[in-house]
C-alpha cells in the first residue's frame, strides 16, 4: 500500500496539489458556513423567545448531505479542523515531491 501512494505522489504531484488546496478551502468554507448559521440560529431564538414561540430549525433550509457536513458540535469542529489538517498535508506533501 505504501508503494502504491509513493508512487502515484511521484507521478502526480501536482494533483496532491492540488486535491490539499481543495480540501483545505472546503473546510474553511464549511467552518464560515457554520459561524454564520450559529449567529443566525442565535438571532433567531432571541426573536422568537420574545414571542413566546418555539424557534424554527435553521439548518432545515438545506439539504441533508449539507447539513451533515456543517460543523454544530465540538466534535464537528475537530473533525472540520482534521480534515483542513489533512488538506495542508496532501498540499506539503505535492510541494516536496515536485520538488524531487
Known amino acids: ?47 422568537f423567545a420574545r414571542a413566546g414561540v418555539s424557534t424554527p430549525d435553521a439548518l432545515a433550509a438545506f439539504p441533508w448531505w449539507l447539513r451533515m457536513a456543517i460543523p454544530e458540535t465540538i466534535l464537528g469542529w475537530i473533525l472540520l479542523v482534521a480534515l483542513a489538517l489533512l488538506g495542508i498535508w496532501f498540499a506539503l506533501m505535492g510541494k516536496r515531491a515536485k520538488k524531487l
Not at 502504491?4 to 486535491?19: C, V
Open 1 to 47: 500500500m505504501r508503494e502504491w501512494f509513493f508512487s502515484l505522489l511521484m507521478s502526480y504531484p501536482g494533483a496532491f496539489n492540488l486535491i490539499g488546496k481543495a480540501l483545505f478551502s472546503l473546510a474553511g468554507i464549511l467552518a464560515l458556513l457554520g459561524l454564520r448559521l450559529d449567529r443566525l440560529s442565535g438571532k433567531l431564538e432571541r426573536i
